[in-house]
Each structure stands twice: as C-alpha cells, then as structure tokens.
C-alpha cells in the first residue's frame, strides 16, 4: 500500500525557513518522480516544485525560485522541501506526490504552513 507522510509545517514568522519532509512507502521510491503541491484557502492546488527519480532534474513554480529547494534522498526513501526566504503568500497545505504505475495518483495528508508575525 502506497503512503506519502508529511511533515515540518508550522508556523514561522515571514523570512523564516522551514523543511518539509515526506516519508514514502509502499512502492519503489527511487524510480518515480516526487512532487510537493500547495493548496491555499480558496485556491486551486499548485504545483510548487518536482524532482526526477534519481534527483537530477528539478522544476520549480516561479513564484518560489530561488527560496525553495527540492530534494530527494532514495536510500530513504523521503523527498525534502527546503524553504527559505518565507511569505505570508506561501501559507497553505503542502502535500507530498506521485504518479505511480498505471497512472494511479497518490497524494500524502498534507502538512499546514502559515507564514504569519
């Protein structure tokens, strides 16, 4: 059974850092791609940034390049989301992801970011 736990949200004051982690299970890790999304109030759910399998491709939203870094330890079986430079505008639900085998999408719980002073 696939499952994708998030963790690291909190709330930090705006130009904090935090670092997102999802631990996956279940599946073979280190050959799919992993994705972290956000979902803000009354927004549709964005895509933030993706990782290849091996960790040497990575894509980011426009809105977080240059203060977010993705990134993926197989051995582990865990992808990261390193945040920095953080704002009020980043708060949401960050939610681990995958496409597994035959197209089937797995989504992790997600994790409550609020940037606030």
């Known amino acids: 059974q696939v499952q994708l736990a998030e963790s690291g949200g909190g709330l930090v004051q705006p130009g904090g850092s935090l670092r997102l982690s999802c631990a996956a299970s279940g599946f073979i890790f280190s050959i799919y791609a992993m994705s972290w999304y956000r979902q803000a109030p009354g927004k549709e759910r964005e895509l933030v940034a993706r990782?290849?399998?091996?960790?040497?491709?990575?894509n980011y939203a426009d809105s977080v390049k240059g203060r977010f870094t993705i990134s993926r330890d197989n051995a582990k079986n865990t992808v990261y989301l390193q945040m920095n430079s953080l704002k009020p505008e980043d708060t949401a639900v960050y939610y681990c992801y995958t496409q597994g085998g035959r197209g089937i999408n797995y989504w992790g719980q997600g994790t409550q970011v609020t940037v606030s002073s």
């Open positions: 990782i290849s399998s091996a960790g040497g491709s990575t």
